[in-house]
């Protein structure tokens, strides 16, 4: 059962424009998330993270956007840079799970054009 | 600061043979460690996480094992490789507060069974 879902597999932006990427979760009980950038061939890296008690946060030209009524989160990069071509994985905890289980979407790859 | 190391980062072995992949953290006590893999084109699986010593809990039923012999090191282990076996495997830490802290992972591990 997929509790946290990203139904893109792919995005393509082009540089200096927006680049958003989605994810949906079924889970009310979520209260914790986070994105992770990852690429080939490497571990995942942390990104940015947000709690339910807030509906932004913003980190440079990373912004997440949580929409709780919606089960829905968003990434935003703000411009978009060929660099920024990677995996991005969205991740969910609740905090009845006391030993930080995180459940993770299958990954939206985005490539950014020059 | 905290540092999590993983070995060997490329392993090719053949269909039923064992199989041993370590990870050890560096720089925290008492951490929650997770190994995830990632099969090819697919996202994040979690396979065994452990929030202590000697106590591993199994997410998915196959054939392989988990053994966390010191607070810091985290072993995944098998009798028998399959090729289904095969893909990217991460191990990560985190934090033991529950829901606030991030996961962080390893370089990972990319193991192919032929």
């Known amino acids: 059962d997929q509790q946290v879902k990203q139904n893109s597999p792919s995005l393509s932006v082009q540089e200096g424009r927006i680049s958003i990427l989605n994810c949906d979760y079924t889970?009310?009980?979520?209260?914790?998330f986070l994105w992770y950038k990852k690429y080939p061939a490497e571990g995942p890296t942390f990104l940015i993270s947000?709690?339910?008690?807030?509906d932004k946060n913003e980190d440079g030209r990373f912004t997440v956007f949580l929409n709780k009524s919606a089960k829905h989160l968003s990434l935003h990069i703000v411009p978009s840079q060929p660099g920024d071509s990677a995996v991005y994985f969205c991740?969910?905890?609740?905090?009845?799970?006391?030993?930080?289980?995180?459940?993770f979407g299958s990954g939206t790859k985005l490539n950014v054009k020059p | 600061s905290q540092t999590i190391h993983q070995w060997p980062a490329t392993l090719v072995q053949p269909v039923g043979s064992p199989l041993s992949l370590e990870c050890t953290v560096e720089?925290?006590?008492?951490?929650?460690l997770y190994w995830y893999r990632q099969a090819a084109g697919r996202g994040l699986q979690l396979l065994f996480y452990?929030?202590?010593?000697?106590?591993i809990s199994s997410e998915v039923p196959q054939n392989l094992s988990a053994s966390r012999p010191q607070d810091r090191q985290f072993i995944l282990s098998s009798k028998k490789l399959l090729l289904s076996d095969s893909g990217f495997y991460l191990c990560?830490?985190?934090?033991?507060?529950?829901?606030?802290?991030?996961?962080?992972f390893g370089p990972g591990t990319r193991l192919t069974v032929l």
């Open positions: 990560a830490w985190a934090g033991a507060s529950p829901s606030t802290d991030t996961q962080y």
């Open positions: 720089g925290t006590s008492n951490p929650n």
């Open positions: 889970n009310s009980m979520f209260d914790y």
């Open positions: 991740a969910a905890s609740a905090a009845l799970y006391n030993f930080n289980k995180f459940y």
């Open positions: 947000i709690s339910s008690i807030k």
């Open positions: 452990s929030v202590g010593i000697g106590q």
